[in-house]
């Protein structure tokens, strides 16, 4: 016998509970839990899946020069923000620091990551606008927002309670940050390499 699946639309009000319990598929993959009220996400294009593969070489990269890696990064991993209001969000990059001899599951559910990465795509103002208020109350440190329309990037670092905007980088400058000393991005190698698909209208 097969468990149909749920008819669900943006606005469906569910708890974090049911959000949580929602099947395994490749439909649900595209879904955030806001105050109580789902979220179908656009699904990446071209250039978004092009800077997330380019991010991903360099983080591994600079992690794999470690004995003792100083961070773990994930791509699309399931944050909890608030189980109690119904927040649960899915970066494009979620980055925990470790301190050295740590092995816990820094991961976990229930853990919120120090830095977070999202990539620009069709509905722009949630991750300029609703993301910034969402990881800035979660106290997230750092929210870096990628805008391969432009090829810049808006560094947020967390102060009192809310982000303070870094200068705004382009392909000529080079992604650092204090929480990861040593990692260093050249943005001409995300923005502007050799062979780049075409921008999305």
Known sequence: MTTSKPKLRTGTRMSAAEYLELPDIDEYRWLELDDGALYFMP??????????????????????????????????????????????????????????????????????????IEILSTDRSRDLVRKRQLYAEAGIREYWIFDPQNDTVLPLELQDGEYIERPTLTAADTLTTPLLPGLSIPLADIFQPRRRPPRDE
């Open 43 to 116: 699904r990446p294009r071209r250039a978004h899946l092009f800077v997330s593969a380019r991010l991903t070489a360099y983080f591994d990269n600079h992690l794999e020069s470690f004995d003792d890696p100083p961070a773990e990064v994930y791509t699309e991993l399931v944050i909890i923000i608030s189980r109690e209001t119904g927040r649960i969000l899915i970066p494009d990059f979620s980055i925990f620091l470790r301190s050295p001899g740590d092995d816990s599951d820094i991961s976990s559910a229930g853990n919120i990551p120090d830095i977070v």
